[in-house]
Every structure is written in C-alpha cells, then in structure tokens.
C-alpha cells in the first residue's frame, strides 16, 4: 500500500521559513515525477512544485520556494523562504507513476493527507 506522509508544516511569521518533507512507502518513486500542491480554504487546489531531475516552479512561488529529493530515503522537500501571508494553505505531497514535468492534478497517481502551512502578517 503505498503512502505518502507529509511533515514541517506550522505557523509562522511572513517573512520567515519552513520545510515540508513528505516519506513515500510501499514503492519507489525514484523514476516518477513527484509535487507539492496547496488548498487554500474556499480556494481549487493548486500546483506548487514538481521535481524529476530538477525543479519547477508555480510562478507565485518562483525564486522563494525549492524543492527537492532524496531517493535513498524517498523523501521529497520543500524549502519555503519569504513566506507571504498568501501562501497559507494545506499543503499535499503528490506522487506519479509517470516522468515529466507534471503540473496537473490528473497526473499525480499518489495524495498526502496534507499538512497545514499558516503565515501570519
């Protein structure tokens, strides 16, 4: 069974930082694509981050947020600088069984639970 478990999410101030890591069991995911996605409350959920070999990027996130992974541990991270009080949402890590840069929602096979990121002003 395969499951993704998503952690680090917390309040804090704009400004400031966190770092979301998300532990994928049950299989590898070293040659899938893998995302971060975010809901904010009345909000669509959206895409974040994706990462294959290298990362790419929402364009409200460009340049503050990185995203990374490591497959001996098949964990994947996202390092949040210059949090904005408009990147507060539930965050979720989403995993694919397919490899590209994957932007849809259709495209990722595998959901988190999310974990909720708060920034207050």
């Known amino acids: 069974q395969v499951q993704l478990v998503e952690s680090g999410g917390g309040l804090v101030q704009a400004g400031g930082s966190l770092t979301l890591s998300c532990v994928a069991s049950?299989?590898?995911?070293?040659?899938?694509?893998m995302g971060w996605f975010r809901q904010a409350p009345g909000k669509e959920r959206e895409f974040v981050a994706g990462?294959?070999?290298?990362?790419y990027y929402a364009d409200s996130v460009k340049d503050r947020f990185t995203i990374s992974r490591d497959n001996a541990k098949d964990t994947v991270y996202l390092q949040m600088n210059s949090l904005k009080p408009e990147d507060t949402a539930a965050y979720y890590c989403a995993a694919s069984r397919r490899w590209g840069r994957l932007m849809g929602e259709y495209e990722y096979d595998y959901w988190g639970q999310g974990t909720q990121v708060t920034v207050s002003s």
């Open positions: 049950g299989r590898t995911f070293s040659s899938s694509s």
């Open positions: 990462i294959t070999w290298n990362g």
